[in-house]
């Protein structure tokens, strides 16, 4: 049988983003810092365009956009498997 996490998806979400962060900022300062790791600087970006909605009293925006490198994937992917330990 599985093990049930009491902590719930919040927690998943927050270790994701948190570790994704770190994996990010890890990325850009190995690829400045060692010239073999330039690699590791490129981001792909995914998300959505800005959509507008005016209503000539009321305008709303709205638009996700998310730049990932390699060393966030491999930060979201070490955090789910913490979350999946616990």
Not at 5 to 14: H, T
Not at 40 to 48: E, H, M, N, P, R
Not at 49 to 61: E, V
């Amino acid at each position: 049988m599985g093990k049930y996490n009491y902590r719930g998806i919040s927690y998943l979400i927050i270790l994701m983003l948190v570790f994704g962060l770190a994996g990010t900022l890890l990325g850009e300062l190995l690829g400045k810092a060692i010239k073999v790791l330039a690699f590791l600087q490129k981001d792909y970006v995914i998300g959505l365009k800005p959509m507008y909605l005016d209503l000539k009293f009321f305008a709303l925006t709205f638009g996700m956009t998310f730049k990932i490198n390699m060393l966030t994937m491999l930060g979201m992917i070490i955090a789910f498997f913490i979350y999946k330990k616990m």
